[in-house]
């Protein structure tokens, strides 16, 4: 039989909403939970396990080298957990008033800090650079990615 709560307590329970999203064709997992300074929202995008095998032994020790730069570069946005699953996460603190247009915003921001991890990545992981819709892709496209440009010096 369920528990019915009186109205006088407090069910035991995480204060914590969950999103789940798609971007490009990635699945995003996503959590909003209180904290003292407001709210937190975490995102996480799993790429998936890192492929072994013989025949690609080399191309293997590259991704998890890169990985593991990566996740030190990036203050582990960028992890392998311990079945070697790749997942790339961040997060951020919502000190203003919680709405739709604040929980969007905030969104777009840590995807957009994502994406040059994402970027990276895509060169060592068949695939990945066609479910970001980069499918002519080069080193360029990589170097662009980190170098941040003043839209204002941008001439059309």
Known sequence: MPHIFSG?????VKN???????????PVNGAVSANDDGFELKLTITLGNIPYSVESSEERKTL?????????????????????????QNSCTLS??????????????????????????????????????LQ??????????FTETDPASETS
């Open 96 to 133: 203003e008033k919680l709405s739709a247009v604040t929980l969007v915003s905030a969104i777009i921001r840590l995807l957009t800090e994502m994406r040059p991890a994402l970027l990276v990545l895509s060169d060592y992981m068949p695939g990945l650079s066609e479910i970001l819709g």
């Open 8 to 12: 006088n307590e407090t069910p035991d």
């Open 16 to 26: 914590e909403a969950k999103l789940c999203f798609v971007y490009g064709e990635l």
């Open 64 to 88: 998890l080298d890169i990985t593991y730069r990566l996740g030190r570069a990036t203050d582990d946005m960028v992890i392998i957990d311990p079945h070697q699953i790749i997942t790339v």
């Open 136 to 145: 002519d892709k080069n080193e360029a496209d990589t170097e662009a990615a």
